[in-house]
């Protein structure tokens, strides 16, 4: 375990936030103060670290201080020094007796070094500021950079609520984080040899860039702010990333200005009904309800793929979201506002299908521009505390991607509906279930516990909620495996007449058994499709 000795002149509240959250099993083994009464004391002892106290007597020189600190830090063992908030330059006298130093600093050096940062900050009007963690050396502020966190000054800002954000934006995340490197024995601090003599040099292991780098900076700008969130009480607005290239429900303009602004739940059900239809070259219509497909198709024109994606679940798609992969015409806009709609989501829309469209007061209509390629290549999901960050789910089979599992082979048009299903079933929120017919949805089993119900649940929207469809002779895609074979045979009295999904169980052998007693073609992907949120 890396032990640390800590020096603090006031408050310490670095210290105590190192010692609370304990990066890379870190603990403060003391806590020295040049100062009698520093509130840091009472908090060590609170929290049992040993503390000293050496106060600098009226001329004493520095080093001789500096003896005196050494001499009380010389019971304990530790392997770091860190200091935070300590109001005293240090010399060769403490620098070389003890291991690294590191100390934080409340702007982004070298800019407003000294100890009116935040001032500097502020009388430079700079948009821009944050901390910096670096190895103590006899220059003030001067020593090899460790890592820095940025935060943003905003026009009100004041000198207390600039230093309280950079407190807990930036200080309490890049202090524990150079602690952690250095526990973790990734932070090297080594002697250079250079044309003016040595100097220090800082590396650290794995700090690279790429997809997931050791840091990750986020900076968004706020585009909106919303009427509320998901629910009444929850405010909330909506922010952009400026760097982003691909179509998105972000930035595109409302074709009907004088229509109410987009809600948060509109936002997030207008994302999830674009990227469905990105899925697709052939002309594609999507409905959604609450981030769901509530039905989704391809066919030779627009208006007839969404007329198939609604009556999927005509019932569902009441107050839901219509996204389509191509410029809205009349013919698909008459289709729409035959029935409640929230938002519409195109890549253009031709004047007509506008003079449709807009004459739904309640309908949003949103123009994303070229579809094009898909660029965005991660996404993300906060936490409270963090945030996960993973790729996007990019992939679909194609014919030469799928395995027979089965004795019976699936004819060509079957395979076609397989690989349509996917793409639909990528979007459906797990445990999922996509039943289809040609390219066009039939019932979609959604959000289950358990991967039986979510075959019944799509059996039971075919049956009862779909308008001129049918279960019976249709294909079922499943999001992962089935770990025994009762969704099989469940699908199958359904009417289910072919299957896609990714393999990998214990029980596959059962389950290519039951379908072999049906006479169903099975396939396997060999990748699962799990959307979780």
Not at 264 to 291: G, M, Q, W
Not at 391 to 404: G, I, M, N, S, Y
Not at 477 to 501: L, M, N, R, Y
Request: with cysteine; glycine share 8%; hydrophobic share 40%.
């Amino acid at each position: 375990m890396t032990k640390i000795a800590g020096l603090a002149s006031n408050r310490g509240r670095n210290l105590r936030h190192i010692h609370d959250s304990g990066p890379g099993g870190t603990e403060l083994a003391v806590v020295l103060s040049n100062r009698e009464g520093a509130p840091i004391l009472d908090a060590a002892a609170e929290r049992g670290i040993p503390t000293e106290v050496v106060e600098r007597e009226s001329e004493e020189s520095r080093e001789s201080h500096e003896a005196r600190i050494l001499d009380a830090l010389s019971s304990y063992d530790f392997d770091l020094v860190c200091l935070d908030g300590y109001m005293r330059v240090l010399t060769e006298t403490f620098l070389d007796a003890t291991p690294t130093t590191l100390n934080v600093h409340p702007s982004l050096l070298p800019s407003f070094p000294g100890d009116d940062a935040h001032e500097q900050v502020l009388d430079a009007g700079v948009s821009v500021t944050g901390c910096t963690v670096h190895v103590v050396t006899e220059a003030v502020d001067d020593g090899p950079v460790v890592t820095q966190e940025s935060v943003p000054v905003y026009a009100d800002d004041d000198l207390d609520s600039l230093k309280s954000r950079v407190l807990s934006d930036a200080e309490f995340t890049a202090y524990p984080r150079a602690v952690r490197w250095f526990a973790e024995d990734r932070l090297a601090v080594e002697e250079r040899e250079t044309d003016d003599g040595t100097e220090l040099t800082v590396t650290v292991e794995g700090d690279d860039g790429g997809d997931f780098p050791e840091r990750r900076v986020v900076s968004d700008d706020r585009r909106a702010e919303l009427r509320y969130g998901e629910n009444p009480h929850q405010a909330a607005a909506v922010y952009a990333d400026a760097a982003t290239e691909e179509a998105s429900v972000v930035d595109a303009p409302q074709r009907n200005e004088g229509a109410k602004g987009l809600s948060y739940n509109n936002y997030n059900d207008a994302d999830a009904a674009l990227n469905l239809i990105k899925e697709f070259d052939e002309p594609a219509a999507a409905v959604i309800k609450h981030t769901n497909p509530a039905g989704c198709a391809t066919a030779d024109t627009l208006a007839d793929a969404y007329a198939d994606a609604l009556a999927t679940d005509p019932m569902s798609a009441f107050g839901g979201i219509v996204a389509l992969n191509r410029p809205c015409d009349a013919a698909t806009a008459e289709e729409i506002v035959d029935s409640f709609k929230e938002v519409v989501v195109a890549p253009s829309y031709t004047d007509a299908a506008l003079d449709v469209l807009c004459a739904k007061e309640d309908l949003r209509i949103l123009a994303v521009g070229d579809l094009a390629d898909r660029t965005d290549r991660l996404t993300e999901k906060p936490l409270v505390g963090g945030r996960l960050v993973q790729e996007r789910d990019l992939w679909a089979p194609t014919r030469e991607d799928v395995e027979v599992a089965t004795e019976t082979e699936p004819t060509d048009e079957q395979l076609e509906t397989m690989l349509f299903a996917w793409k639909v079933l990528k979007h459906v929120k797990s445990n999922g279930i996509v039943f289809a017919d040609g390219t066009e949805t039939v019932g979609v089993g959604m959000g289950q516990v358990s991967r039986v119900d979510a075959v019944k649940l799509a059996a039971m929207k075919a049956e009862s909620d779909a308008e001129g469809k049918s279960a019976e002779g249709a294909v079922m895609a499943s999001d992962a495996f089935f770990p025994f074979p009762d969704g099989v045979v469940e699908a199958a009295e359904a009417g289910i007449e072919a299957v896609i999904q990714p393999g990998g169980s214990v029980n596959d052998e059962d389950v290519i058994a039951a379908c072999d007693e049906r006479g169903i073609p099975m396939v396997f992907t060999g990748r699962r499709c799990f959307r979780h949120d």
